[in-house]
């Protein structure tokens, strides 16, 4: 009967044993990715990812140049998931926020463990601008703003100036040009 209980004992041990060590091996790898590739100045960046349970997560924005840009920390949740934002200046460059491909470093401390992925924040679109009149005249202006990568057109006439043609927008790369005929 002493040998049944030291087996029975033996065996209830190496099933708790191999039970704890299975529950371990489920802990989520570390994973990290964003909600775009491609990102406008002002936008919003979306980090996600996965890691140990209620694991503390720390998240850099390195620029291009390597230069740290931004950091953050946040803690996962009880199932591995974690999510923090970032947002980019809405008027670039400045500061360590410049255009061009920017990688994202997550350490986990729980995992001691780094994961990395990418993304790229594009310069918007050049916008040229210029008003020609018939016949030629300085009481016509235009202003043109940029504001989420859409461009705004303004034309102003002087008082008593009247348009009699507006002629035609057209499009050519990143130009476009609008053809007016005034009196």
């Not at 990812?49 to 503390?56: E, I, P, V």
Request: glycine share 6%.
């Amino acid at each position: 009967m002493n040998n049944v209980y030291k087996t029975a004992s033996l065996l209830a041990f190496l099933t708790l044993l191999t039970v704890t060590l299975f529950i371990s091996s489920l802990s989520l790898a570390l994973t990290v990715q964003t909600d775009k590739d491609t990102y406008q100045q002002g936008e919003t960046i979306v980090v996600t990812g996965t890691t140990s349970a209620n694991s503390m997560v720390t998240i850099k924005l390195l620029n291009p140049e390597g230069t740290l840009a931004a950091i953050g920390q946040v803690q996962a949740d009880s199932t591995g998931s974690y999510s923090y934002e970032f947002v980019l200046p809405s008027s670039m460059p400045t500061g360590n926020f410049i255009y061009g491909t920017y990688t994202v470093e997550v350490y986990s401390v729980e995992e001691d463990a780094v994961e990395t992925t990418t993304f790229t924040v594009e310069a918007p679109p050049a916008v040229y601008a210029w008003v020609e009149t018939t016949p030629s005249s300085s009481d016509v202006s235009i202003e043109v703003e940029v504001s989420d990568g859409t461009a705004t057109a303004t034309v102003t006439f002087a008082q008593g100036l009247n348009v009699t043609d507006w002629g035609s927008v057209t499009q050519s790369d990143d130009q476009f040009i609008v053809d007016v005929d005034v009196y």
